[in-house]
């Protein structure tokens, strides 16, 4: 059983540019929540989605930032016109339920790097 | 007041050494609580889940106090490889992490 799968693992991109991030969930995992870790500081979180739904996206910035899971294929975490300010590494983690009650599993997480 | 707070550390401590850390959480209707480790640059793993009676794993020990709405961990017999960052998970709203509390074992 594979577990939470994130690609690309390093993401370089330069000032402007759009990054795209991929995050299949564990199977059987229908929840997938994103986090952004700057160095040195802890997991803030971004948005939780279901199948085909945003459930809350308090902890996404309000612009250039967007995500989806479709109902086929993986959860895409998108940022437009990357600034130097959105290197970080991007985690994904994915739960059976809702997380409150269960234990969440973490991808490999993607580092970007704005150059 | 965030909804989790952890004291950030570090911790240094001898090998061998006992540590405990708390995570402090202002929800009182949390129903689930979590002990995440998170190495340097890698993912956080679930180390172990703490429940109302207290959970122990080897030199791992969680406890969790509702009554003052914080939750421990105990490490006994502290390893080089217990170097590492804890985070705490709990809280209402899915996945609501502390920021993590960094523990180095020194030699």
């Known amino acids: 059983n594979a577990g939470v799968m994130q690609n690309p693992r390093h993401l370089v991109r330069r000032r402007g540019q759009e990054a795209r991030l991929r995050c299949s969930p564990m199977?059987?995992?229908?929840?997938v929540y994103w986090y952004r870790q700057l160095p040195e500081e802890g997991l803030k979180f971004m948005v939780y989605l279901q199948k085909e739904n945003i459930i809350d996206e308090s902890g996404m910035p309000k612009e250039r930032f967007s995500a989806e899971f479709p109902k086929e294929g993986p959860s895409i975490l998108r940022i437009q016109q990357v600034v130097r300010g959105d290197s970080a590494a991007y985690f994904c983690a994915s739960s059976p339920g809702n997380g409150m009650n269960t234990e969440a599993f973490f991808g490999q997480g993607t580092r970007l790097t704005v150059v | 007041r965030k909804e989790v707070e952890q004291d950030p550390g570090p911790f240094n401590v001898p090998e061998g050494a006992t540590v405990a850390f708390n995570c402090t959480y202002s929800?009182?209707?949390?129903?689930?609580f979590f002990w995440y480790r998170q190495d340097c640059r890698k993912e956080p793993k679930l180390l172990m889940s703490v429940y109302s009676s207290g959970n122990e794993d080897g030199r791992f020990t969680a406890q969790l106090n509702r009554a003052s709405q914080y939750i421990s961990l105990l490490i006994r017999d502290s390893k080089l490889s217990d170097s590492a960052t804890y985070l705490c998970k709990t809280g209402r709203r899915a996945l609501t992490f502390g920021s993590g509390t960094r523990l180095q074992v020194q030699p």
């Open positions: 199977k059987g995992h229908s929840h």
């Open positions: 929800n009182s209707a949390s129903q689930s």
